[in-house]
């Protein structure tokens, strides 16, 4: 599997505002392996710094299980989906609710999947929305990972971002409930898939929020967060379908509206 360069390991952390302090992934693993952290510690690095991950509702978890079903069934040979597990990037190491990573589990016994060996990472926000669309937004673009996925349950809408630069993703499209979405692979769409995920409540009748759609020359516009704008009237039809129920969880989902 491919590799990407660790930043160098220092005696001490580098100090951040005077107040905190950055470690590298380098003494993250360290503290790992000397049993300053255990493995199920709801702890992520980020940039460098120790983040408490945020406990998972019923709506999240059941999210993440149907998001990742759905993915299983339509990949290509060579790729599989994991869950919740760790890559590692230049000063971090997220844990992403879903990922679609290259080759078999079995390849990165000596080190976690880097950027190179991600066809997708997905989060799955509620409470960690601003955390999930700001910090991981700017961590994955800055490793170039071609595609990020951010499905905010609470508006129950799918960001899809594309194209990463140094800072940002230049492209990100919003996909509505109802909407479908294509899974890309260097450009190129690889297949038709659905991604399930769980609402309670029934969403027909939402009117459209018109801050997020404008028509201009004759073509929709979809506005995500920030700088992200783009003009869809002559892109490809889509394949991803924002359902309300999953193999093994539907009737769960029903029981709980």
């Avoid at 409470?127 to 990020?148: G, H, M, N, Q, S």
């Avoid at 029934?202 to 920030?226: A, E, H, I, K, Y």
Wanted: proline share 7%; hydrophobic share 35%.
């Amino acid at each position: 599997m491919s590799a990407i360069p660790i930043l160098p390991a220092s005696d001490t952390p580098e100090p951040v505002n005077g107040s905190l302090w950055r470690l590298t992934v380098r003494q993250y693993h360290g503290m790992i392996d000397g049993g300053i952290l255990a493995p199920d510690d709801p702890i992520e690095l980020l940039e460098g710094l120790l983040v408490r991950k945020t406990s998972k509702n019923p709506s999240h978890r059941i999210a993440t299980r149907c998001t990742r079903q759905a993915l299983e069934k339509v990949i290509p040979a060579g790729w599989y989906v994991d869950a919740q597990e760790p890559i590692t990037l230049a000063d971090s190491e997220p844990e992403p609710d879903v990922a679609v990573i290259r080759g078999d589990t079995k390849d990165y016994v000596k080190g976690h999947p880097t950027p190179p060996d991600l066809m997708l990472v997905v989060e799955i926000a509620e409470a960690t929305l601003d955390r999930d669309r700001v910090l991981k937004r700017r961590l994955y673009a800055r490793a170039a990972i071609e595609t990020y996925w951010l499905l905010d349950l609470k508006s129950r809408q799918l960001e899809v971002y594309s194209r990463p630069s140094a800072d940002d993703y230049q492209q990100c499209r919003i996909f509505a409930e109802a909407e479908s979405v294509p899974l890309l692979n260097g450009g190129d769409e690889l297949t038709s898939v659905q991604s399930v995920t769980f609402f309670r409540e029934d969403v027909s009748q939402r009117p459209l929020d018109p801050r997020r759609t404008t028509t201009s020359n004759g073509g929709r516009q979809t506005r995500c967060s920030r700088r992200c704008l783009q003009a869809s009237e002559n892109s490809r039809p889509c394949h991803i379908r924002i359902l309300a129920n999953c193999d093994s969880d539907s009737r769960l989902a029903r029981s709980r509206r």
